[in-house]
């Protein structure tokens, strides 16, 4: 009897670990989310840049400068290497773009989006051909603590941050995605020195981070060009909020959901306007109880 017990007790957890298994998808960024860094013509470095949890690699041209043993200009990895791209890598890659463009977002802008201090939820968004951050502003993506949702940005074309730009993540839940998504077939990006940023930059073409740019949980993805890094930090993470299916087609992970459009960005700093009224108020509160 204790013998079929356990045989029982045994078959069960076993089945418990098999179950999930069978029903576990590919994350939107395949192989591709292997890498920290992943170039299609080359991968070039000037300084000591650290790569924390993530691969440094190029396909279908393994050109790789700047990237070796720490001299001059080198890597300094904390898990991950310097590794030979493959054509999957590339391929799944591909594959996120477009599946993740097919989503359906908020229009932040039909032309181009420039962005200031301003806050934005989980869903979709558009920006028109362009999205700047402009140098010294913050964006901030606030998840609300919610578990396995995505912040997916369609760009069509370029992704600029301008110097000492922000962008932060607040307020996570488990397994939060963030995804800049260049769809445009001239789609690059730059982040400009002394940028800090969120999110998995998926370029169709290439990537430049200039010198001091830190990303806290994403990667460098670029899909036909070259990513170029100076002195920066990249930090892998933000990735596996969504799952995609072997048509492309972007499936939600066990618990989570596929983003709908976002909603309009809400603005962290008083418009002038704002700050004229409260200090009328103000000095109207002070001159009452005065004259009380």
Excluded at 99 to 114: D, E, I, N, V
Excluded at 163 to 179: A, E, I, M, Q, R
Excluded at 202 to 213: E, H, N, P, R
Aim: glycine share 16%.
């Amino acid at each position: 009897m204790r013998f079929r017990g356990f045989t029982t007790l045994f078959l069960l957890l076993i089945g418990s670990l098999l179950i999930p298994g069978a029903y576990a998808d590919t994350t939107i960024l395949g192989t591709a989310a292997n890498f920290a860094v992943l170039g299609a013509s080359a991968v070039t470095n000037t300084g000591v840049t650290t790569i924390n949890n993530g691969n440094v690699g190029s396909f279908p041209t393994n050109a790789l400068t700047g990237t070796g043993g720490c001299g001059a200009d080198c890597l300094v990895f904390s898990g991950g290497a310097v590794v030979t791209a493959t054509a999957k890598n590339q391929t799944d890659l591909t594959a996120a773009i477009n599946g993740l463009s097919k989503l359906s977002p908020f229009s932040l802008s039909s032309s181009g989006f420039t962005a200031g201090n301003i806050t934005l939820t989980p869903g979709v968004y558009s920006t028109g051909s362009t999205f700047l951050l402009t140098g010294g502003d913050t964006l901030t993506l606030n998840a609300e603590g919610k578990n396995n949702v995505s912040f997916v940005f369609l760009v069509g074309s370029a992704l600029t941050t301008g110097v000492g730009s922000t962008v932060k993540l607040t307020n996570p839940g488990l397994n939060d995605g963030v995804y800049w998504v260049e769809e445009g077939t001239g789609g690059s990006a730059t982040l400009d020195t002394g940028s800090t940023f969120v999110g998995n930059i998926l370029a169709s073409v290439s990537i430049t981070l200039d010198q001091g740019v830190t990303i806290t949980c994403g990667r460098a993805l670029a899909n036909t060009g070259a990513v170029t890094m100076n002195n920066d930090t990249i930090t892998t993470g933000c990735g596996a909020s969504l799952d995609i299916s072997g048509g492309g087609k972007v499936k939600k992970v066990k618990g989570g959901s596929i983003p709908g459009p976002g909603t309009p960005p809400v603005s962290t700093t008083p418009e002038s306007g704002t700050l004229l009224l409260v200090g009328i108020g103000m000095f109207c509160i002070v001159f009452l109880r005065r004259h009380m």
